[in-house]
């Protein structure tokens, strides 16, 4: 078969029927995984915030509030029992870590206690301010169970009462910044 | 046979022709990551060679470049979705998932000049068979490359491999950093070339 030439005609043609297929292929494609990425989305968010809430029944990543703080938004997902609330998972962040920005999942109960935090996005240097991830190092064990009422979110050096990791002061104090930033705005969002 | 073999030594995009590097030193952290990365390029790499060889002699000569990058266009974006469908679930750590890790280098795939490199050289000129055969050697000569440069990386990075942990402790941080994956790759070529230079 002959090389097609490029007059005008066959070029608009082609490139039509190329465009056409591949629109229609994608569109086909897209329909076959549009349930299947939402419920992975879903599932993923529901997971993370199943690691600092208390258990619960219902679906959180679907009943959330939001909180203005620091010149963004805090969003707060309600963990529900049957008819109780059994806890919060603030999605809290801070601008001051050593890599830019730091996005931390928190889990309040009820009255403010923190029950569990997790690092969702970070950019800290490896083996330094990466200690504050679970898997690496229990340093961010030390909120579990406190209340930020008590015991003052800023590191020991600040005259806080946060051991800071070490030879990593500044992801330690940017962790308490948004500490500090989601118990203020869950606080804030309780009077509303 | 020819076809196939000739990607993983004489002809390895990353070792020999140096196409394709930033998706090597970008997503080679570990060698899951480098592995994952490699299929979904071979992947792509197969289907737009069997595209382009099936129908490459309809396309005008004008507008051969456009047709081919809208064809690699739309196999990148049915990996990418359904990588976000199937490859996103994180682990029992909350470790960050495939999806997650590969991040900007799945859509990036479209931008590889190897994907485009074998359909302009190679696709456009031959038949059916040997451009498909051709698409799995250059493509699983990539993924060999991404999985040998993530396992090495890995190992000396974070003593293990394929996330299972066989040293304890931190490793050499600098080779998961970015630096870590220029250093790590420039002693491999070194040593791919003393070793092609032999059977040469």
């Not at chain 1, 029927?17 to 897209?30: I, R």
């Amino acid at each position: 078969m002959a090389k097609k030439e490029s007059t005008f005609g066959s070029m608009v043609v082609t490139l039509f029927l190329v465009t056409l297929a591949s629109s229609a292929a994608l569109g086909f494609v897209y329909e076959l995984t549009r349930v299947p990425i939402a419920n992975a989305k879903a599932a993923k968010k529901n997971l993370a915030i199943k690691r600092v809430t208390p258990e619960f029944d219902n679906q959180p990543g679907e009943e959330c509030y939001k909180v203005p703080a620091g010149g963004d938004t805090i969003y707060f997902y309600i963990a529900r029992k049957g008819d109780d609330t059994v806890g919060y998972a603030a999605e809290t962040f801070s601008n001051q870590a050593f890599g830019g920005s730091l996005k931390l999942l928190v889990g309040f109960l009820p009255d403010g206690t923190i029950k569990e935090t997790a690092v969702l996005e970070h950019r800290e240097t490896p083996g330094l301010g990466d200690k504050m991830v679970k898997s690496k190092s229990d340093w961010s064990r030390q909120f579990e169970g406190k209340n930020p009422d008590e015991f003052l979110l800023k590191v020991k050096k600040d005259g806080g009462d946060v051991d800071a990791i070490t030879a990593s002061t500044i992801t330690s104090r940017a962790y308490c910044d948004a500490l500090q930033r989601a118990y203020e705005s869950f606080k804030e969002g309780d009077k509303q | 046979m020819k076809n196939f073999t000739k990607g993983f030594i004489k002809e390895n995009p990353v070792f020999v022709l140096f196409l394709g590097l930033c998706p090597t030193l970008g997503t080679t952290g570990s060698a899951l990551d480098g592995l994952a990365m490699g299929l979904a390029t071979t992947f792509v790499l197969v289907m737009s060679n069997l595209f382009i060889s099936l129908f490459g002699k309809l396309i005008p000569d004008k507008v051969r470049i456009p047709s081919y990058i809208v064809i690699i266009a739309s196999f990148v974006t049915m990996v990418d979705l359904l990588m976000s469908a199937y490859t996103n679930t994180p682990g029992p750590n909350g470790e960050p998932s495939l999806y997650d890790n590969l991040g900007i280098f799945i859509p990036l795939i479209v931008v590889n000049c190897i994907v485009l490199g074998r359909a302009e050289a190679f696709a456009s000129k031959n038949t059916v068979i040997s451009s498909l055969i051709d698409g799995f050697g250059i493509g699983l000569g990539f993924a060999f490359a991404l999985v040998i440069l993530g396992s090495v990386r890995e190992l000396l990075g974070n003593g293990s491999l394929f996330g299972l942990k066989f040293i304890e402790g931190d490793g050499i941080l600098i080779f998961v950093m970015a630096p870590g994956a220029f250093l790590a790759l420039g002693y491999l070529i070194m040593i791919m070339n003393k070793f092609r230079d032999k059977t040469a």
